[in-house]
């Protein structure tokens, strides 16, 4: 039994979220000794982000060759709610990061706005949002802390200081670091470094924000130039953690009407509630809450980046290159942000050939963030969000979130060039189901789709959103009409009926569309049709003595030796008539068969070095076949027509298939269902045979 809350539980478990010195203040002095014992505490945004990645986990993905980042692949954070699925969106990940971590060296990309391309649904933002939750949680653990600085005791020294103003948070969150003058800061990042265990050496050289620039000198001055006394009198070191809501080391931004963009909301304006204290030109009287300002030591994330207008945009360019913002009638800022935005591909199309875009164009870095190319990652997608949702008491029938994720899948690859593989084929090798009859290369297929595309493959179609909509309502539709499961034939229908009222999809689509849906049906009409084969005609014993049989005489074969006949006794030839109706069943030519039966040759004898004895079970092909077989000298004593009328079938009988359908994972009136449809379509080759 779970421990009831109470609130004195539960603000004890809210204490222990926050981190120890959050509410205390710290001299300079005992900033320069954590300086040294913890040189990473004064990362730049870049490096800490990059730090961040790894913090939470990696694992190496040989057969994508790829490193998967945790808090995307697993989400520890939210036990798994928001993980990402898909080989080509962790290669984006895995892009994205080593970008970050390029900067984080001072290669490059910390000049660079990371642009994230990809069409409507396919992660982007989900990834974005990821980030900035990440670094918030990062932030308050020791491996992420930072800290920033308020002038204190202000009104003791500066005359017309408002009273309000007594204490002043730095306005863009600076590492105290920076109130070091630059030789005397140089010399600490100097010993900082030598304690440095990292990729990448410690730098700033910002200059210090025109208001603390101000206390600065003021303080200096009536201190003759005492930096000691200033610092120990009127500076306090903070902890700072980020906050999206707050605005703090994180800021989202969002176009707004075109007509009504201003270039303070990135850069900040005048505070008008001090001018009348201060003056217009006083650095006081100036509201650093543009977004460059409020994401500064974390993350800049720009939406529909490229919705702004080409005015709008050229603010980037000296974010960007130069790291600094130039507010109206103030002089510059030093920033340091990892600066993200998204854009879908018609606003990229359109900035992209925009000559006088050129400037701002040499200063991104595009990642892709493709639709998900394999359809079992896609069903992932589906499950996720089933799985985060309040789902009715219906059972999901087996290949109903497969299919759907091969509709869309279907959408966004491109047709092969070649004669000997179908689209179909190609969305399998996509899935990793390496065709047994053709040698598909991947590769080649990827690379003649890029050279179709103008971007890449993946980066148009339908999006998870319209199919996982569609399976939302396919599920209402079952519960309205008291079906206690989802069946791929519902959610099929449901795709059909709505294509065409989906906005994302071009009229010029809706047949090639069409088509594809009748090629996942006939792709489900095959897996159907397997499962109620595999339900009414299979026998673990018979299969196991054919799989003996089919391998005696497979090693006679590569021995050039006999076997012995299983009713006379006598020595003979390997029964090549045998072999050939187990290996046909996977539609092995007769060229392929010695490839075949050497590979499961040397799968036995590999078993029996290891001590485990023979199962056909364990070889999947193998298995198939058997199984295919023993439907094959089954088939023709069942009466197929009888399964899709219950009243032309003996009850044990038919509960029985039932039962052994649900042991596939078929509810018991999907059981029903899919006995009904494969009868039906089995019933009906039979007759055109």
């Known amino acids: 039994m779970s421990k009831q809350n109470t609130l004195e539980s539960l603000s004890q478990e809210y204490r222990d979220t926050i981190p120890s010195d959050l509410r205390r203040t710290h001299s300079f002095d005992w900033y320069l000794e954590e300086l040294q014992s913890d040189p990473k505490i004064a990362r730049s945004a870049h490096q800490r982000i990059a730090d961040m990645f790894d913090f939470y986990g990696t694992e190496y993905d040989e057969d994508k060759g790829v490193v998967e980042y945790k808090l995307a692949s697993e989400d520890p954070l939210d036990d798994g709610e928001n993980t990402f699925y898909g080989r080509v969106i962790h290669e984006a990940i895995h892009e994205f990061v080593n970008k970050v971590k390029s900067g984080a060296r001072g290669l490059g990309p910390e000049r660079r706005i990371l642009l994230l391309l990809g069409p409507v649904g396919s992660g982007k933002s989900d990834f974005d949002s990821q980030v900035r939750k990440y670094f918030e949680d990062y932030t308050t653990r020791d491996e992420g802390r930072m800290y920033t600085f308020r002038w204190t005791n202000l009104c003791d020294i500066i005359e017309d200081q408002d009273p309000a103003d007594d204490v002043v948070r730095s306005p863009m969150n ?5 109130l070091l003058p630059e030789k005397q800061r140089k010399s600490v990042i100097k010993q900082m470094n030598e304690n440095l265990d990292a990729p990448y050496t410690i730098r700033n050289e910002q200059a210090l924000d025109p208001a603390s620039e101000f206390y600065m000198d003021e303080l200096l001055a009536y201190y003759d130039d005492d930096l000691q006394a200033v610092l120990e009198n009127h500076v306090e070191v903070v902890r700072l953690l980020a906050d999206e809501n707050k605005r703090q080391a994180i800021e989202t931004f969002e176009p707004k009407d075109k007509k009504n963009q201003d270039e303070t909301e990135l850069t ?6 001090k001018i009348a204290v201060y003056g217009e030109s006083d650095p006081r009287a100036f509201d650093y809450s543009g977004a460059f300002c409020n994401a500064n030591r974390g993350v800049f994330s720009g939406e529909e980046l490229l919705k702004l207008q080409r005015e709008f945009l050229y603010d980037f360019l000296h974010a960007t290159q130069e790291q600094t913002i130039k507010p109206k009638n103030n002089p510059r800022i030093d920033i340091d942000q990892v600066i993200v935005g998204r854009t879908n591909m018609p606003e990229y199309r359109d900035k992209k050939g925009d000559e006088k875009m050129e400037a701002f164009n040499d200063r991104t870095k595009r990642i892709d963030f493709p639709y998900v190319l394999s359809y079992e990652n896609e069903a992932e997608i589906y499950r996720k969000m089933l799985r985060n949702a309040d789902l009715p008491d219906i059972q999901v029938e087996p290949h109903t979130l497969e299919m759907a994720g091969l509709f869309g899948v279907l959408t966004r690859i491109e047709e092969p060039d070649a004669s000997s593989i179908d689209l179909v084929q190609k969305a399998k090798a996509y899935n990793g189901e ?32 319209f199919v996982g909509d569609e399976i939302a309502e396919a599920i209402m539709d079952s519960m309205h009409r008291s079906r206690n499961f989802l069946s791929p034939l519902t959610t099929f229908n449901h795709l059909e009926d709505n294509l065409e009222n989906h906005g994302s999809i071009s009229d010029e689509m809706f047949e090639t569309y069409y088509r594809y849906l009748e090629l996942v049906r006939e792709e489900y009409k095959e897996r159907a049709i397997e499962d109620v084969r595999h339900a009414l005609a299979y026998d673990l014993d018979e299969i196991q003595r054919q799989g003996e049989k089919y391998m005696d005489h497979v090693m006679a074969y590569i ?6 006949d299983e009713i006379t006794g006598r020595e003979q030839e390997p029964d090549e008539q045998f072999l050939r109706s187990v290996e046909e069943k996977l539609n092995l030519p007769e060229d392929r068969k010695d490839d075949f039966r050497q ?3 040397n799968w036995v004898s590999r078993r029996a070095r290891e001590g485990e004895t023979f199962d056909p079970q364990d070889n999947d092909r193998l298995r198939r076949a058997l199984e295919r077989k023993l439907w094959e000298d089954k088939k023709h004593n069942i009466n197929f027509s009888a399964l899709v009328s219950s009243g032309e079938m003996d009850d044990d009988e038919r509960n029985e298939w039932i039962d052994a359908l649900m042991e596939q994972g078929y509810s018991e009136e999907g059981a029903k269902e899919v006995l009904e449809f494969a009868g039906a379509e089995v019933a009906k080759s039979e007759m055109e045979d």
């Open 174 to 178: 600076q590492d105290p670091i920076v």
């Open 268 to 273: 900040g304006d005048v505070n008008y509630s």
């Open 434 to 465: 390496i065709d047994e009859t053709d040698d598909i290369d991947v590769k080649k297929l990827q690379e003649e789709a890029a050279e179709k595309v103008e971007i890449g493959e993946g980066m148009t179609g339908v999006s998870p959103r």
């Open 559 to 564: 021995d050039d030796d006999t076997v012995e």
């Open 599 to 601: 590979e499961v040759a």
